[in-house]
């Protein structure tokens, strides 16, 4: 082992305290590079690439089955990902290796699938196996490859071709630019589908239960508090019993409602305090409830209510429907189910 390390440090470059300025002007340089190569993917969305971009979303929203995304080292993981956005975004994708395609792997194809093929220069071997299969039992192959006349790209029902673009890398070797542009575009054909689809927030939390995006992206009806929970007295009630109200419920507030049951203003215990010197307890709520406080709907997604506490500098949000008061939720309960 000793032998092999040595064997292994001897071939590689002098390690060397990097230079602070250096590493920046190199840093702006590798994302200048890429903002131009984006740039030029951009013109030919606009141009050449139009049609088979067109072609390839209209390819996929007629599928009866899966996308199949495929590609190898680079191309492969960004074709994962790409398979995830799919998946997650309401096209159903998964990737599979070229490897382990033609070790057994090829099963997991069907008809009723289409396949995204990724390679910049669209003459990797590896792929060629998927290619095969592809035009032996007539499944779709889009191609996304910058190699225009490329054996991918002769192969394929749809070709989207990435234009030509220097790597970020000095000696042009290590992808950057060129898994970029790849990966731009699957986000693409990904969100051309969700709006080709209609899919809406409720559709995404379906697929994202857990996290942060499955609490910003739940319903304020599902973690509200209801019932006895609400703090509420009616209009006229004295400030004693409203403060008895406020404490017994816990939630720093009490609601004010109509004759109709509809809400008036609330109550804080901050309200409380700026009052506290003017004989407060011979006081009615409606001589020191604010009007008109900040609700939203039993539908309001917890993304938006933290927005709402957040940039109103509160910390409960009265939930109403029709006007009345239906919930109540304390942003104690938004950061308790994660969100942010």
């Known amino acids: 082992m000793a032998l092999m390390a040595s064997a292994m440090h001897a071939g590689s470059p002098e390690r060397k305290r ?10 702006l340089r590798t994302v200048a590079t890429e903002q131009a190569g984006v740039a030029a993917l951009a013109a030919a969305l606009g141009n050449s ?7 390839a979303i209209d390819l996929i929203a007629r599928i009866e089955g899966r996308v199949i995304v495929t590609g190898v080292g680079k191309s492969g993981h960004i074709g994962s990902k790409i398979a995830a956005t799919l998946a997650s975004t309401g096209t159903p994708a998964f990737f599979v290796h070229p490897a ?22 669209g003459e990797s071997k590896e792929l060629m196996g998927i290619v095969a299969y592809s035009r032996r039992f007539s499944i779709p192959l889009i191609a996304i490859t910058s190699g225009e006349n490329s054996a991918l790209a002769r192969a394929a ?8 673009a220097p790597e ?4 042009g070797l290590a992808p950057t630019t060129s898994t970029l542009l790849q990966l731009v575009m699957g986000d693409a054909l990904a969100i051309a589908l969700l709006e080709a689809r209609g899919f809406t927030p409720d559709h995404f939390r379906t697929f994202h239960p857990g996290g942060q995006l499955g609490a910003n992206l739940t319903q304020l ?10 703090p509420l007295v009616p209009s006229g009630t004295g400030m004693r019993e409203a403060i008895v109200e406020l404490s017994r419920k816990g939630f720093g507030c009490v609601a004010i409602t109509g004759g109709d049951g509809a809400l008036i203003g609330i109550i804080t215990d ?7 010197a003017d004989d407060l307890l011979s006081m009615s709520v409606d001589q020191v409830m604010t009007k008109k406080p900040k609700t939203a709907a039993p539908d309001t997604l917890v993304a938006t209510a933290l927005q709402t506490i957040n940039t109103s500098a509160i910390t409960s949000l009265m939930v ?3 006007g009345r008061p239906v919930g109540l939720v304390h942003l104690h309960d938004l950061l308790r189910i994660g969100a942010a």
Do not use: T, Y
């Open 270 to 276: 901050g309200d409380i305090r700026r009052h506290i």
């Open 157 to 164: 029902d749809v070709v989207v071709l990435l234009p030509p």
């Open 100 to 121: 382990e395609a033609n070790h057994g792997d090829l099963g997991m194809i069907a008809k009723d699938d289409a396949i995204i093929a990724m390679s910049w220069s």
């Open 320 to 322: 109403v429907e029709g």
């Open 168 to 171: 970020a890398c000095p000696h």
């Open 18 to 27: 990097p230079d602070s300025q250096a590493a920046i002007e190199s840093a």
């Open 221 to 230: 009806r599902e973690i509200m508090h209801v019932g006895e929970r609400l």
């Open 49 to 55: 690439l139009a049609q088979p971009f067109a072609a």
